[in-house]
């Protein structure tokens, strides 16, 4: 016996890389196909179309088969709606659950495509009922009993990003993956523009900030881009912030002493005295608006009401008292900023990129900056479609980019 | 105007570098000495003993100097009680307060030194009084309003590690650092040797793992270690105690898979299947109770009484219920494992191992194994005496080490 | 204007990636087709066939994406014979020139295609005539005034590895890149398969290695893998050769020495010591058959005659009279060994790695180790159709590779 | 039986480590010792003096002892003149030869010291008699039958660097090794400073470089440096050469093509054209002198009479006409110009700068530039007293390092 069922891709399909992954996943599963229909683009702005019969040895098979095809963006050419299954207890998803990839995602609900809201990877995808349905994406923990949870993969729709090579426009030379070999000044004024474009269309960036970024010495710069309305949210960890708010307490000294051997003697002390200070204040803000912090990266969001989210980890000292320190409350913040950024900049920092990464649709421009090619293969790998990586050191990055951006401003 | 004061060191205080410290301060800091008494140990197992007036230009900058010469175990030659304020308000330390330093300490107190409990490094030091006084540390989010804490230098000493140079038993090796110039088998087999010696002075070994472990498929044989006894406490992440369920729940098809593109298709949704049906369980032992999980390094944790910690991160999936999500009573419930441990073994995690090192004091041996030198190196630059690190695989190095604390065993 | 040329696809066309890559170098370079003829394999053994029409504006232009499709499989439907233009000087190619891929390449001479011996990647093809013509392959330093040299595009056939998936034999695993994520001893297993398989089909092993094998600790499991037959030519640098044979040399201390520091003290000059005395016996084989080599991998070579390239850099110290000092002759020797293989294992070396893959054809099975990622990466990069990457201990690779050879022997 | 002999330390021997290091030797080494006198210096910029009596078990032991206290600073109070002997033959030294450090070293000769000439490591000291003896190293290759070479420790001295913490001039900054804590600009700025320094002293500043530096776009400021004066030599190997003409060969195109796919596809084409072009010519200066090649590094060094070397590799391809083959002779190549360097700038290039560190004395300044930090700790370990690492891009470095030269002239 066999079974067979239609699927249909279309799209910017060949170029995208999307027919040879369903192909392939067809072929790797044990399964075969015939083409029906294949309608291609001969010129790169063109779209495609093609129609497969996939057939399997049965309705199990046939059902896997389907299921990889759906997440790679084929999907049935005879679409029902999506099946609804209450979750059984608060985090806890009903057997056969669908878990979302981080591609735009509609679900089909009556007879209508729905798109899924805040689509990130790893959720479910509840549906509420209503004069006009939603769809929307819970990670495990926010799962409640009884949520009406999409499983299986009848009545799902996903599009993969197609990455037509030349789409123009700023984000066009973020196709390439780590720019090892490309020019370190283009790539940065590459990177520039793709801020300003960003900006021009009323998006907002979302810096990621890594504690390395003050240690290098690009505190200051940052710090401008962040008054000048380049960065519109910063999401970093508690040692960040101390170490930009240490700066400012322990002030012209500290200039010499970042390269003299007495820094590494004094500077455990001084943080922890930081810390102290800001507890006594009650807060970052606080500090600021008494005059105890009168410089630098937190001293510029909260002067500029860009918001911040500090969060925490187990290898914080203190922390300061802005710092969520619970992971789960902490990535419920981050999530809410990965959902509003349009252009995210990781700087310097795995834990807290991979963190934001993992909220982002697959639609959200990401520019990952580490001189650790390991960092930013990692980062890249997380599926962007709009991504850049540049293996660099930040403390040479951020004052080049400071320069190109006002350079083009002036 | 001079002002001086003697300050004395003694020990092996050239081979362990202490006399070229001090001296080496001294001249940094603008201070001038004169050596007033220098009684050299000849052979290697003898101790030395010098005393150093130390001079400086007013009494600011020679406290200053002292401070110093204090932190690398130079101690004033006519010894005060310490100095010791109440902390104005909770997380809040007294200005000028002692910032503890991970060396073996103790405080003068009424005529009496008494030694520093729980010494781990940038605390501050409380003393109780009482019949017996006590002192010991606290971090800065545990301080009470009106603690009694240390400040300024007075009355306190430190002793760092001697090192001398061959100590003899098993960690008499444990001395150079970084060993990617060892041979690697040799060096597994002398740590080895260290286990077995740690266990047989009935010490206690914790093993800190990161998720490489699990994918390099070094799971077996770790749970084999905690099995056997070699591994008494774990601490890891949400992701660790995932992967190594995952790999239970999803059975015998898993050992294929991790080796051929499958897995990697499937894999996310296993990972929150098996967090689900953890929290369906209501957690690790009892999923381990009632047959869920039937094998692996948590299971065999439940199964032989070692306490484990996950500590959660803003990265985790889920998390499991038995991670603990808030970053402060995770660093508590990792101190408190830091502080029983005689041995820790820091497996393939950067996170963990410095959130664990944070809280160690010099003296217990460390070993630290990852693939990236620059992990080694960070680790290992936070001050442990009796610390090696193997640059290495971890995928081999555990099936290594097991095999050689096996046969060592028969 | 437009201009047009029928190109043909055939073979695993899909899954290898070609079609893809083939429609995106037409629409990149701006030009446009239509797909004439599509026969689709259905199952993952059928082999695909695709006709397309090539446009573009002009003849030089068409020409110029017509070498590109050619240089990725993609061959003229109408095939002519190849250009010839001779070489107007020594060592410099006409105008025009056919670089060549590592790809099995034919040349049409006469109306028939005549593959193209030893080939590798950007070498020149001279094609001699004769009863039976030949062509073969040039590299630049070789090129002698005169030769009949390829030049465009016409005439030439070029077949990249198909890659289908699970091909089937030792080598199926090898398809996945760099494996860090698979398991460390898995990957060892089936990398011993490999060799195995390789030398039942009487193929020649080739083994590149680098110094860190000897400082690692791996020399002897090295060389039992020479001395059983596993390893048949060895490719290596002075600096390997001397370290080995220093273990020799400088004998049962040496054992203690690499475990304390006296070893660095006395390293250096041991190792003149150790060429001043084989330059005194003439040669490595010299040393040997006088008693004074008596055991280690270069011993191994010599008393099993497996032959070996010794290639000089200008690092070394020295050099052995063993080694070749100048770059070309050694590229030469080089070369002949890796057009003698059947399989590479590159093994702790970059630079002689890279040397002897610029010489393979890409069908040649190639097993790549280092501890650094970059190198892995580096090395599979260069378009091999089967090779491995593995990111793991040279240390604990070796001795667990020639466990696994010996216990599938027993 | 106890045989002693007295040493004797002096200079900064506290501040530089010495005493500690000689101290250290004796006692690992099994021996013992008394301190007979210590004068220390109480300021930093004091000189101290020390004698130690060193006793051992036996002459042979003393001796060895007293020849790691030798290799190290310490010299025997007593001193005789240096023991000579013949080299038995071409290449091969005497038994017992010294063999060199790369600290300046004194031979004992008819009761005068003589100092040695082009000191390195690794080498043999050739003692020439005359009117005015001299001493001078040779490395192995270039001993010669019948040299009179120094044997044993007599009659030797050797002067490690003293270190003293804040010595002033622009080198003051070069003494804490890697600089990946340092702030990157003011790092790069004090780089500057350093290069103007030598410059004003009437200096010569060497280039080391890989090919990376073009592939990072930093070929244009390179070029200006040489131009300007800022770069007096140059060693690179083949590769960059070839890298640095292609990119004027193949001129404003190339612009666009590192940035888009399509350079990656003709790149290797163009090299080999490149190559075969220079050959042409006959050689590099011959393609600038008759117009060829345009612009560039390499022009820039044969329009302002810049020696440069290029030394070939077993990777190369071509190679040049210009680059040097033979390892050793393009070793001999490289020691003249390590020997006339008073700074040497090693960017971006692991080979050829272990191959330039190996000829240097301890006494050149040293900057290593490298993205990865191995390298730039295996570069920083070669002993040089005045040397200073920093992990960053080579991209963003030398146009950074070109302004500030820039800035500071005008």
Known sequence: MTVSREVELSGHIIDSGMMQTCFGIVMDMGGSFSVEEFDIGRH???????????????????QSIIHELHQNGANPADPKDATLEPAPADQVVPHGFYSTTNHPTYVRYDGEWVGVENIEMDCAVVVEDGAEPRAYTKVLNAVEEGDRIVTGDTGIKVEPPERP???????????????????????????????????????????????????????EELARLVREGYVDMLSAGNGFAVHDIERDLYGTSLGVDTETLDHARHGHKHHIYTISEVIREGSIPEAVESGTIESGVMYECVENDRPFVLAGSIRDDGPLPDTITDAVEAQNAIREQAHEADMVLMLSTLLHSVAVGNCLPSTTRVVCVDINP????????????????MVTDIGTFVPMLAEKLVAEEE
């Open 165 to 219: 090579r030349d789409s123009g426009g700023a984000f066009g030379f973020m196709q390439g993956g780590v720019s090892s070999e490309r020019p370190s000044e283009s790539t940065i004024e590459k990177i520039a523009n793709a801020i300003e474009e960003t900006k021009k269309e009323g998006g907002k960036v979302l810096a990621v900030c890594g504690p390395a970024l003050i240690h290098s010495g690009a505190r």
């Open 44 to 62: 790169k702005e063109d779209e495609s179309y093609a129609r497969l019969l996939v057939e399997a040895d049965d309705p199990e098979h046939l």
């Open 374 to 389: 390991a960092t930013v293969t990692q980062l890249l790998d997380r599926g962007s479609a709009q991504a850049v990586g």
